[in-house]
């Protein structure tokens, strides 16, 4: 009697199966933490029914995991996905990371489903995700870089040769921002630092973040545009108010969820208000920035605009 084959292994039958998109959606979930089924599906799929469809078979072979958070006022949220145990295994051997801990899919959901601001890091999330939609559907655009807010925790992280070397021995008054991304839009890419505000903190708080991002680029032979979401047209007229009278290094721009909200507008489209600057709201490929590594990374092509002329 012929013995049975022994069982296929499961991190090799998922890699057999699994996708570039998959891959790209485990790569995000391992990084970010959390997405929401609409996100997931305006960011990587042609539709939301072909979305669910593929989720629920990541979920049945365990490479990812969902909760579905109540409503204080009743009934519940969509379903938020989190990467499970066979999806911690495969980014760990796409990166070369080794394998992860026995229980850290099972940590990693205890501290998002207990996580009290959630809802900042998932509608930090939501902007990159809308970047990312905008991207699909648009030819000559690309989201090629989205980092974590947990990129930017670690001594002399933001250091580069040349820079003060203070940045790497006192980190505490240097930022620490809800995430970054470089965006690419006809062959030009621009990088950005992320801050995403829900109208829960004083406008101090805002300066204060500020303030580090001074500090950072006094030390700095490089600057980013930080980008500020704020919830209303009311907190983005107080916080430029507040910045009228400071002599600003930084390049602070923001735009608002009701501008967004009301015109149907993408973070690429032409939203970004520059404080202290001149009158007007410009595109996100079009925010100022200095930094010679990054032009080095992402040189400049000529791809052709869409009325026909190179960039």
């Known amino acids: 009697m012929r013995k049975p084959l022994p069982a296929a292994d499961p991190l090799l039958r998922l890699q057999a199966s699994i996708t570039a998109r998959d891959d790209r959606l485990l790569g995000w979930l391992y990084d970010h933490g959390v997405l929401t089924t609409d996100q997931i599906a305006t960011a ?3 539709s939301l029914d072909f979305a669910q469809r593929r989720l629920r078979r990541l979920t049945t072979v365990r490479a990812v995991d969902r909760f579905r958070p109540n409503k204080p006022d009743g009934g519940s949220y969509p379903y938020h996905y989190v990467l499970d145990q066979l999806g911690y295994h495969h980014v760990h051997a796409q990166r070369g990371l080794g394998p992860p801990r ?3 899919a099972r940590r990693r959901k205890q501290s998002l489903t207990a996580r009290p601001d ?3 890091l998932l509608g930090g999330n939501q902007v990159f995700i809308d970047l990312a939609t905008h991207a699909r559907t648009q030819p000559n655009t690309s989201l090629d870089r989205w980092q974590p807010a947990s990129a930017f925790h670690s001594p002399g992280v933001f250091y580069r ?5 203070q940045m790497t021995v006192r980190p505490a008054g240097l930022p620490r921002p809800d995430g970054a991304g470089v965006w690419t839009e006809h062959g030009r890419s621009v990088p950005f630092f992320l801050e995403y505000d829900t109208g829960r903190e004083r406008l101090d708080i805002l300066t204060e973040k500020i303030a580090k ?3 950072l680029y006094s030390m700095s032979t490089w600057a980013w545009p930080v980008l500020f979401h704020l919830p209303s047209a009311r907190r983005e007229l107080n916080l430029h108010h507040r910045l009228a009278a400071v002599d600003l290094e930084a390049i602070i721009a923001t735009t608002t969820v009701e501008l967004r909200t009301a015109t149907g507008a993408s973070p690429a489209d032409q939203l970004w ?4 600057r001149r009158a007007g709201r410009h595109r996100l ?5 200095t930094d010679t590594d990054h032009d080095n990374e992402f040189p400049t092509l000529a791809v052709p605009n869409p009325d026909g002329r190179a960039a």
């Open 161 to 165: 040769k040349g820079d003060n070397p």
């Open 213 to 215: 991002y001074e500090r």
């Open 44 to 46: 990587l799929f042609p």
């Open 285 to 289: 490929i079009a925010l100022p920035y």
């Open 102 to 104: 026995r229980d850290q």
């Open 273 to 276: 208000q520059i404080a202290g």
């Open 118 to 120: 959630l809802p900042h």
